[in-house]
């Protein structure tokens, strides 16, 4: 039996009829469209559903989608909401620092450095390895990624 739920996804109101063993990560994708966040594992392992919830980065493949009625979300998506007619800082530092390769990675890893971010502008090396050890790159591109996100701290526009 489908539940109905309201939140905010992407700065903007949003309702939608759910069953209850949908996960987070099912109703962004299938339901609503929002293919940025990417299911690699489906158990919480390698990150790459990586979203925000309530200023948290969290694995939405873990998360029933009902966990998030009254609540906020953030995907990938979103940033162009942040900062329409250009990229944000940090997929320009991605960008800029090679920290883009297969890209599969790519969106959880700028979502958990943008809470990161969020809570600590201006974060030590130990601190944004600490934010991103929940997400697995494949290419192994991990020193491009963190100079990526020193980078976005240092903009100004973050």
Same mark, same amino acid.
């Given at each position: 039996m489908k539940r109905h739920i309201s939140f905010i996804l992407n700065g903007g109101s949003m309702e939608v009829d759910v069953e209850p063993y949908w996960t987070l990560l099912y109703l962004l994708r299938e339901i609503? %469209?929002?293919? %940025?966040?990417?299911e690699g594992c489906g158990m919480g392992e390698c990150g790459s559903c990586? #979203?925000? #919830?309530? %200023?948290?980065? *969290?694995?939405?493949?873990?998360?029933?989608? *009902? $966990? #998030?009625d009254q609540g906020e979300v953030w995907t990938v998506e979103g940033l162009s909401v942040v900062f329409p007619q250009e990229i944000? =800082?940090? +997929?320009?530092?991605? *960008? /800029?620092?090679?920290?883009? +390769?297969? %890209?599969?990675?790519?969106?959880?890893? *700028?979502m958990s450095a943008k809470a990161l971010l969020? $809570?600590? =502008?201006?974060?030590? /090396? $130990? /601190?944004?390895?600490?934010?991103?050890?929940g997400n697995l790159c494949r290419c192994g591109g991990y020193m491009q990624i963190i100079k990526a996100i020193k980078a976005a701290a240092e903009s100004k526009d973050q």
């Open positions: 609503l %469209g929002l293919t %940025g966040t990417k990586t #979203v925000i #919830v309530n %200023g948290k980065a *969290i694995v939405s493949c873990l998360l029933p989608s *009902i $966990e #998030v944000h =800082p940090l +997929q320009e530092a991605f *960008i /800029e620092k090679g920290a883009v +390769q297969c %890209g599969f990675c790519t969106p959880g890893m *700028i969020d $809570e600590k =502008p201006n974060p030590t /090396e $130990e /601190e944004i390895k600490t934010a991103i050890e």
